[in-house]
Structure formats: C-alpha cells, structure tokens
C-alpha cells in the first residue's frame, strides 16, 4: 500500500550545489513529512507540512506542497557533505492518520 | 534526552528460536510502531499501538507479535522467526495530536536482525 514515491531514486551533486527531491502519492493528505536517514541509523524527522500550506521553510531546507498534484519537493540548498543520506516522504494513509506510509526514499549524495 | 532505545542493535539467530526486540521511549508518547525496512521495500508498518493495550496490525504484520503492557514500552516478538524475517527494524514514537493524527515520529537507532 504504498503512499509516497520519491524521484529520482539517486541524486549525485557537488558540495555548495541545490538538491531537489520530488515525492507523489495518490490519495488526499493531512499533511506530509519528510524525513534523512543516515546509512543503516534511525530516519530523523526534518519537516511537516500541511495541506494548507504551501510552502515551509527550516534552515537550508525548503520544501513545497502542491495537492492538485498530489506531490511535494524537497529543496537542500547549498549542499554540505554532511546532507549525504537517504530522504523519505511519509503520507497518512487514508484509513487512519496513524499510519504513516513512507516512500522508497532518494539517496542524496554530495561529492566534495 | 528524549530518545527512543532498541535492544539489541545486533543479532544473529537460528530459524524457529524466538526472540523479542525491546523498545523504550522516555517521551511519554502515546503512539508507538515498529517498520521493516528491506532494499527495494522501503519502510512498511508491521504493528503500530495507540495507547497501553491498544495494538493493530499494520501491513505486513504476519509472523510477529507485540504487546503495550506500558507506556513507554513496545517489544516486538517473533514466535518463531524464518529467513525472510532477515532485516533492519526501527520503532519509532510520536505524542498523538487531535483526532488521532500522528506528528513527527522519533525512531530508534535499529536493530539489525539475521535469521539463518
């Protein structure tokens, strides 16, 4: 039952570039969130945005909710080294807010 | 410091031997869930709990027991655990907001499980 697909699945960039990730899913939300795993460690909640928002700001992180399109991006601005890892979106699904559904993820990797 | 723990991190086991995986969270939350995470699968839900004594299954539930006797405590159980139970598991927690909506969820660091 999955929500969320991340694209593209692998994202390879130079340290200082952006970094874009998109996410789509395909029934209506109450909200989105997008988390960064590092290799093999816990997922680390980065941001939530809700359907009436369309645009969130945190730090270097910037991320847009388009619910027409049913999809949501994930910008990184000026990348550090640090940013390597694996970002996923997470969705509630429509039996339940208390399932979060997350996509297969985009592995970020910033090169020095 | 709020956190969520997994014991242990680390595990090599034998077919049908069963074990349970603890998780603790020090954040009094309500919510608490356990995913899988396998190459190519991403994360799937395999039991979430709403509050003590209240567990559902997720989806992909079959083979593995849990139970909320506590707050802050949420074991996983595989009766008789199998290869294709060979993954890296995460439980993870969140305080539950109005009309059961679930908010930021904090995992735990993993615990890597082969069965052989």
């Known amino acids: 039952s999955q929500q969320g697909e991340e694209d593209p699945q692998a994202l390879s960039i130079q340290e200082g570039e952006n970094a874009t990730m998109n996410c789509s899913y395909k029934?209506?939300?109450?909200?989105l969130q997008w988390y960064r795993q590092n290799s093999g460690r816990g997922l680390v909640h980065l941001i939530l945005?809700?359907?009436?928002?369309r645009e969130k700001h945190s730090g270097r992180l910037r991320v847009t909710l388009d619910t027409s399109k049913k999809s949501s991006s994930l910008l990184i601005t000026a990348s550090r080294a640090a940013d390597t890892a694996s970002y996923f979106c997470?969705?509630?699904?429509?039996?339940?807010?208390?399932?979060?559904?997350f996509g297969q993820g985009t592995r970020l990797t910033i090169n020095p | 410091e709020a956190q969520v723990t997994q014991n242990p991190r680390y595990l090599i086991t034998v077919t049908g031997k069963k074990l349970t995986v603890t998780c603790s969270q020090n954040?009094?939350?309500?919510?608490m869930s356990w995913y899988r995470q396998d190459p190519g699968l991403g994360l799937r839900q395999i039991y979430y709990?709403?509050?003590?004594?209240?567990?559902d299954k997720g989806d992909v539930p079959e083979g593995y027991k849990v139970s909320r006797k506590e707050k802050r405590n949420f074991p996983l159980i595989l009766e008789s655990p199998s290869p294709n139970q060979t993954s890296l598991y995460f439980c993870?927690?969140?305080?539950?907001?109005?009309?059961?909506?679930?908010?930021?969820?904090?995992f735990g660091e993993g615990s890597r499980l082969t069965v052989l």
């Open positions: 993870a927690s969140t305080r539950l907001a109005v009309g059961g909506n679930t908010g930021e969820l904090f």
């Open positions: 029934t209506s939300i109450n909200n």
């Open positions: 945005i809700r359907s009436n928002e």
């Open positions: 997470a969705t509630p699904t429509q039996r339940g807010a208390q399932k979060l559904v």
């Open positions: 954040m009094n939350h309500e919510y």
């Open positions: 709990s709403m509050n003590v004594e209240v567990t």
